[in-house]
């Protein structure tokens, strides 16, 4: 079963998402004005089946009201029985009313896990104040409790933040974690790529985080196949076989190029030998997604 591990959904009719629908401003992903569509589930899979893939997992995308976005996945899910569907919802894990938030999201049969973005651009991480959560004592708590819960935790930072992390990380070596866009190497001169290599090691060698390949294009509108080629084999290097999965963070990374396109750069980039585990078993397991 080959399984897409890092995608969005959004029916613009049903849930609000504020920064998908701002108007005259690029964001560090580029100008959202092409994707600020309805984008469902037949639009994802008639791209996705062509290349194998027959489940997928849906990542919380900024939702106005995240349950009211948990409850339409779900619904999504429900729909359509054939595709099997799990998602990571979003939940502010440093909230006094937490665990009410996480009973109302475990009531949904779809839930894997959270996420919570603690770094997204350095260009926008001043404005969101996100970066401070590394340093709250109720995020490391919200954490423990994510853990305690059997939940997963979706990581999304930048390089500068990987040290901080990797020292909250510590503290919760029960908790499983997936490191979105390969933790976002933003600089991508061959300066950047190194001490993003070099930071990426404190996440590395934490056996609980595995690796995303996904959202490549966010920080490099005119990829391709050979530029991001050392942050492939980078990932693949430290994180090994059993801790990569791929991720095509559609429809955002369709600003920058096609499914197709993608998919062949990372089965290409990606040994023959390897593809069970990255482009499938890593995710089933990782996400308990059943055929």
Not at 73 to 92: G, I, R, S, T
Not at 119 to 130: F, H, I, K, L
Not at 263 to 288: C, I, S
């Amino acid at each position: 079963m080959r399984i897409d591990a890092h995608h969005h959904l959004w029916d613009l009719t049903a849930v609000h998402y504020p920064w998908l629908m701002a108007q005259g401003g690029a964001r560090f992903f580029g100008d959202p004005a092409p994707i600020q569509r309805n984008y469902l589930l037949d639009e994802f899979t008639a791209d996705a089946k062509q290349h194998g893939i027959s489940g997928s997992v849906h990542i919380q995308v900024g939702a106005e009201d995240p349950l009211q976005e948990a409850r339409w996945v779900q619904e999504v899910a429900e729909a359509n029985p054939h595709w099997p569907l799990v998602q990571v919802a979003f939940c502010d894990l440093s909230s006094d009313t937490l665990a009410i938030e996480l009973d109302r999201l475990q009531s949904l049969s779809t839930i894997r896990g959270v996420r919570q973005i603690v770094g997204r651009a350095p260009s926008e991480d001043a404005q969101t104040g996100t970066n401070a959560l590394l340093q709250d004592p109720h995020f490391l708590a919200g954490l423990k409790e994510v853990a305690r819960r059997g939940l997963r935790f979706d990581l999304q930072l930048i390089p500068e933040l990987m040290e901080d992390t990797a020292h909250v990380l510590a503290q919760v070596p029960e908790l499983q974690v997936a490191l979105c866009h390969a933790g976002s190497p933003h600089d991508r001169s061959a300066k950047g790529l190194k001490a993003w290599a070099k930071e990426l090691q404190l996440l590395s060698a934490l056996p609980n985080v595995s690796c995303k390949l996904s959202g490549l294009g966010m920080f490099d509108h005119q990829w391709t196949q050979q530029c991001i080629a050392p942050i492939v084999q980078t990932c693949l290097t430290q994180f090994g076989q059993d801790r990569v999965m791929f991720g095509s963070n559609f429809p955002v990374d369709s600003l920058y190029s096609n499914y197709t396109t993608l998919f062949a750069a990372m089965e290409t980039l990606v040994p023959n030998d390897w593809h069970a585990a990255v482009f499938g078993d890593n995710a089933a397991r990782f996400y308990d997604l059943k055929a």
